[in-house]
C-alpha cells in the first residue's frame, strides 16, 4: 500500500512544477516558432532545423542530468542527505567538463552539419545564421539541466516554477525587442531570437544559484562542500547516466533525421511540421513531467526497499495522466486551425498542417503510457536496458520513416504517425520489462 507521499496530491505537487521545468525549455521553441512563423516560411523551418540541431546536444546534457537525479532521489530514500550534495558537487565537475566539449562540438560543427543535411539554402542560410548566436547557451544549459536534477531528485520543485516564469518573460520581451528593432533595439531576425534564448537561459542559471546559496540548506546536503575527489562514485554516476546520455543522443539524433528527411520533401512540408512540432512539444508537457516524477519516485522507493509498490504507483500516475491528456486532446482536436494560425498567417499553411495536428493529438495518448513506463524503467537503475530497449525500437522507427519518406513517399500526416509506431513499441516492451524482468535489486 502507498502512503500520502506518494498520493495524487504528492504526485501533482512534484509534477506541476516539472511541467514547468519542462516549459522552461518548450516556451523557448514555441516563442521562436511564434515570432518566426509570422516574419516568413523560410525562418519558420529554419528555427525548427536549427532548433532540433541544438536538441541533439542539449539532450546530452539532460541524459548526464536524469543520472544524478536518480542518484539523488535513491539518496533521499535512503535518507542520506549528506551524501546529496557530494553527488551534487561531483555533478558540477563533469558538468563543467561537458558543457566546454559541447559548445566545442556545436562551435566548429555548426556550418559543416547544416550545410550537409539542409537542401533548402534558404532555410541553411537563416539555420546557419540562427545556429552563430544560439550555441552559447549550451554552456548555461549544462548547469540547469544540473540544478533541476537536484530539485527534481529532492522533491523540491517549486524553484523550477520560478525559473519557468523567468526564462517566459526574458524570451517574449527580448524576442519582440530584438526580432523585431522596438524600442530602439536593432532588428536582428532570426539572429534576435537566438540571442534572446541565450538570454532566457543566462537569467534561469542565475537565479538557480541565488536560490540555491539563499533557500537551500547548504551545510545540511553538503553542497558546494568539495571535500575530497571521490573517483568510486563519479564511475558510478557515470554507469548510471551514460547509457542515458546515449539514449538520448540516439533518440533525438534519429529525431533531428526525421525533420531532415521532412525538408527534404520542401519548405511546405517542414513548415507544416515546425508548427506540429510545437504543438506537440506543448501537449506533451504534462506527460513529461509525469514521466519525471515517475521516474524519482520509482528510485526513491527502491531505496526506501519497497519495490514491490512500483507498479502500483505506476497505475495511480497512468490514471492521473491520461486524465489531464484527455482534457488537453479535446481541447486541440476541437480547434486545430485555430492552433495553427497562432503561428502563421499564410492560410495554405494552417490549413494544411490540420491533418498532422489530428495525428499528434492521437498518438499523445500512446506517448502517455510510453514515457511513463519508460522513465520508470530509467528510475530503477538499469539505463543501459533502457537504452537498448530504445536503441531497438528506434530501429523501427527509422525503418517506418524511411518508408514514407524515400520509399514509398506519403503525406506528411502519414509520416507523422511515426510516433504511434515509437510509443506504441516502447511502452509495450517498457511494460514487459517491468512486468517480468528482475530489476528489483539496488544498483546504485
Given at each position: 500500500?502507498?502512503d500520502?507521499?506518494?498520493?495524487?496530491?504528492?504526485?501533482?505537487?512534484v509534477?506541476?512544477?516539472?511541467?514547468?521545468?519542462?516549459?522552461?525549455?518548450?516556451?523557448?521553441?514555441?516563442?521562436?516558432?511564434?515570432?518566426?512563423?509570422h516574419?516568413?516560411?523560410?525562418e519558420?523551418?529554419?528555427v525548427?532545423?536549427?532548433?532540433?540541431?541544438?536538441?541533439?546536444?542539449?539532450n546530452?546534457?539532460?541524459?548526464?542530468?536524469?543520472g544524478?537525479?536518480?542518484?539523488?532521489?535513491?539518496?533521499?530514500?535512503?535518507?542520506d542527505?549528506?551524501?546529496?550534495?557530494?553527488?551534487?558537487?561531483?555533478?558540477?565537475?563533469?558538468?563543467?567538463a561537458?558543457?566546454?566539449?559541447?559548445?566545442?562540438?556545436?562551435?566548429f560543427?555548426?556550418?559543416?552539419?547544416?550545410?550537409?543535411?539542409?537542401e533548402?539554402?534558404?532555410?541553411?542560410m537563416?539555420?546557419?545564421?540562427?545556429m552563430?548566436?544560439?550555441?552559447?547557451?549550451?554552456?548555461?544549459?549544462?548547469?540547469?539541466?544540473?540544478?533541476?536534477?537536484l530539485?527534481?531528485?529532492?522533491?523540491?520543485?517549486?524553484?523550477?516554477?520560478y525559473?519557468?516564469?523567468?526564462?517566459?518573460?526574458?524570451?517574449?520581451?527580448?524576442?519582440?525587442?530584438?526580432?523585431?528593432?522596438?524600442f530602439g533595439?536593432?532588428?536582428?531576425?532570426?539572429?534576435?531570437?537566438?540571442?534572446?534564448?541565450?538570454?532566457?537561459?543566462l537569467?534561469?542559471?542565475?537565479f538557480?544559484?541565488?536560490?540555491?546559496?539563499?533557500?537551500?540548506?547548504i551545510?545540511?546536503?553538503?553542497?558546494f562542500?568539495?571535500?575530497?575527489w571521490?573517483?568510486?562514485?563519479i564511475?558510478?554516476?557515470?554507469?548510471?547516466?551514460?547509457?542515458?546520455?546515449?539514449q538520448?543522443?540516439?533518440?533525438?539524433g534519429?529525431?533531428?533525421?526525421?525533420?531532415?528527411?521532412?525538408?527534404?520533401?520542401?519548405?511546405?512540408?517542414?513548415?507544416?511540421?515546425?508548427?506540429?512540432?510545437?504543438?506537440?512539444?506543448?501537449?506533451l508537457?504534462?506527460?513529461f513531467?509525469?514521466?519525471?516524477?515517475?521516474?524519482?519516485?520509482?528510485?526513491?522507493?527502491?531505496?526506501?526497499?519497497?519495490?514491490n509498490?512500483?507498479?502500483?504507483?505506476?497505475?495511480?500516475?497512468?490514471?492521473l495522466?491520461?486524465?489531464?491528456?484527455?482534457?488537453?486532446?479535446i481541447?486541440?482536436?476541437?480547434?486545430?486551425?485555430?492552433?495553427?494560425?497562432?503561428y502563421?498567417?499564410?492560410?495554405?499553411?494552417?490549413?494544411?498542417?490540420?491533418?498532422?495536428?489530428?495525428?499528434?493529438?492521437g498518438?499523445?495518448?500512446?506517448?502517455c503510457?510510453a514515457?511513463?513506463l519508460?522513465e520508470?524503467?530509467?528510475?530503477?537503475?538499469?539505463?543501459m536496458?533502457?537504452?537498448?530497449?530504445?536503441?531497438?525500437?528506434?530501429?523501427?522507427?527509422?525503418?517506418?520513416?524511411?518508408?514514407?519518406?524515400?520509399?514509398?513517399?506519403?503525406?506528411?500526416?502519414?509520416?507523422?504517425?511515426a510516433?504511434?509506431?515509437?510509443?506504441?513499441?516502447l511502452?509495450?516492451?517498457?511494460?514487459?520489462?517491468l512486468?517480468?524482468?528482475?530489476?528489483?535489486?539496488?544498483?546504485?
Amino acid at each position: 500500500m502507498l502512503d500520502k507521499s506518494y498520493s495524487n496530491k504528492s504526485i501533482i505537487r512534484v509534477a506541476v512544477p516539472i511541467m514547468l521545468g519542462n516549459l522552461a525549455q518548450t516556451i523557448i521553441i514555441f516563442v521562436d516558432t511564434v515570432f518566426m512563423g509570422h516574419v516568413g516560411t523560410v525562418e519558420l523551418g529554419a528555427v525548427m532545423m536549427a532548433g532540433m540541431y541544438y536538441f541533439v546536444f542539449s539532450n546530452l546534457a539532460l541524459g548526464f542530468a536524469v543520472g544524478i537525479q536518480i542518484v539523488i532521489a535513491r539518496r533521499l530514500g535512503e535518507n542520506d542527505l549528506s551524501r546529496i550534495g557530494h553527488v551534487f558537487n561531483h555533478g558540477l565537475i563533469v558538468v563543467l567538463a561537458l558543457s566546454i566539449l559541447l559548445f566545442t562540438l556545436l562551435h566548429f560543427s555548426i556550418d559543416t552539419l547544416l550545410y550537409s543535411v539542409i537542401e533548402s539554402p534558404d532555410i541553411r542560410m537563416a539555420a546557419v545564421k540562427f545556429m552563430e548566436y544560439r550555441h552559447y547557451g549550451i554552456i548555461f544549459v549544462c548547469f540547469n539541466f544540473l540544478f533541476r536534477a537536484l530539485y527534481i531528485g529532492l522533491s523540491n520543485t517549486k524553484v523550477i516554477t520560478y525559473t519557468t516564469l523567468l526564462m517566459a518573460v526574458v524570451t517574449i520581451v527580448l524576442d519582440y525587442l530584438l526580432i523585431f528593432g522596438r524600442f530602439g533595439f536593432p532588428e536582428l531576425g532570426i539572429q534576435g531570437a537566438a540571442i534572446a534564448s541565450v538570454c532566457a537561459e543566462l537569467s534561469a542559471l542565475i537565479f538557480f544559484i541565488v536560490y540555491t546559496f539563499t533557500r537551500l540548506s547548504i551545510k545540511q546536503y553538503g553542497i558546494f562542500s568539495f571535500q575530497r575527489w571521490d573517483f568510486p562514485l563519479i564511475v558510478s554516476i557515470i554507469k548510471i547516466s551514460f547509457p542515458t546520455m546515449l539514449q538520448r543522443l540516439v533518440s533525438f539524433g534519429i529525431w533531428f533525421v526525421f525533420f531532415i528527411l521532412i525538408e527534404q520533401n520542401g519548405e511546405l512540408a517542414i513548415a507544416i511540421s515546425g508548427i506540429v512540432r510545437s504543438v506537440y512539444s506543448l501537449i506533451l508537457i504534462p506527460v513529461f513531467a509525469l514521466a519525471a516524477t515517475a521516474n524519482t519516485f520509482t528510485s526513491r522507493l527502491i531505496g526506501e526497499g519497497r519495490s514491490n509498490d512500483v507498479m502500483l504507483l505506476l497505475r495511480r500516475i497512468l490514471k492521473l495522466t491520461l486524465l489531464i491528456m484527455s482534457i488537453l486532446i479535446i481541447f486541440c482536436a476541437a480547434i486545430p486551425e485555430q492552433l495553427a494560425f497562432l503561428y502563421t498567417d499564410d492560410v495554405l499553411l494552417a490549413r494544411a498542417s490540420v491533418p498532422a495536428l489530428y495525428v499528434i493529438c492521437g498518438s499523445a495518448i500512446t506517448m502517455c503510457f510510453a514515457s511513463i513506463l519508460f522513465e520508470a524503467l530509467s528510475g530503477t537503475g538499469n539505463t543501459m536496458t533502457a537504452f537498448i530497449i530504445e536503441s531497438s525500437i528506434l530501429v523501427i522507427y527509422v525503418f517506418y520513416i524511411l518508408l514514407v519518406t524515400k520509399i514509398i513517399p506519403q503525406p506528411i500526416e502519414i509520416i507523422w504517425c511515426a510516433e504511434f509506431v515509437y510509443s506504441i513499441c516502447l511502452a509495450i516492451v517498457s511494460f514487459l520489462y517491468l512486468k517480468y524482468a528482475h530489476w528489483q535489486k539496488k544498483l546504485i
